[in-house]
């Protein structure tokens, strides 16, 4: 009886864990964007903040739907993707609607490379969002028979996601400052990408992936030495 009962008592504990990790990869990637919205809603300025994060993770995102299609994976890391698409919707509402008026206005359809991401609406962000999921619909339902483009999805999907801090990392360089962007949330990547990388490490799994790990925590690094570097020093100074 006691031996029954351990089982259970074991059993219920691994699906109590199973169930949490779950969870955890679903909605974990959005937490580290909770204290920069909620900075950005306080200094009613989203300027510290690089919108182009947002880009790199919607495009990263889409590209890893995609690859589902393709290659079936956990269910929790499908829903990450929708999560994560659905926070930097949230992100990309807030950065337009507090951030300072540019002049004259720019929009999605100038077709303008050198204000390409930059534009003076959410809709231009929602209609370029469009174009990117049709695109890649398009292209994926084509192509979807060829095992070596829906490996290349994949690939490309975690390369993309590699990058993700690059560009918070080249504004506060142009800057020379880190001021409007949330430490805690620059915190979170390392404490996140850290974590990742370990359980690559142990799950011994492609060097590929060991590569982009490395990469973040790297990027998250250099971040964080210029907050410490530029200190509290406003724009430009």
């Known amino acids: 009886s006691s031996g029954i009962n351990a089982e259970y008592g074991e059993g219920v504990m691994m699906t109590l864990v199973g169930g949490v990790s779950a969870l955890f990869m679903m909605f974990g990637g959005a937490l580290p964007y909770i204290p920069q919205y909620l900075q950005i809603q306080k200094e009613r300025n989203s300027e510290g903040f690089s919108t182009k994060v947002c880009l790199v993770l919607l495009t990263a995102n889409i590209l890893r739907i995609a690859f589902w299609f393709g290659k079936f994976y956990e269910t929790p890391l499908l829903i990450q993707s929708f999560v994560m698409i659905a926070t930097m919707i949230g992100m990309l509402d807030i950065c337009v609607r507090l951030r300072p008026e540019s002049s004259p206005s720019k929009h999605f359809t100038d077709f303008d490379l050198s204000s390409f991401w930059d534009w003076s609406s959410f809709s231009d962000y929602i209609q370029a969002l469009i174009v990117m999921v049709l695109g890649v619909a398009g292209l994926t339902y084509t192509l979807l028979d060829y095992s070596i483009f829906v490996e290349a999805l994949g690939t490309l999907s975690l390369c993309t996601e590699a990058t993700l ?17 949330s430490v805690s949330m620059v915190m979170l990547w390392f404490f996140g990408d850290s974590v990742k990388t370990l359980y690559f490490l142990l799950r011994e799994t492609p060097v590929q992936f060991l590569m982009c790990g490395a990469l973040q925590i790297i990027v998250d690094i250099l971040i964080l030495f210029q907050v410490i570097g530029y200190g509290s020093g406003h724009r430009g100074d």
Do not use: D, H, W
């Open 165 to 181: 801090a690059l560009p918070q990392l080249i504004k506060n360089y142009n800057t020379r400052s880190t001021e409007g962007m």
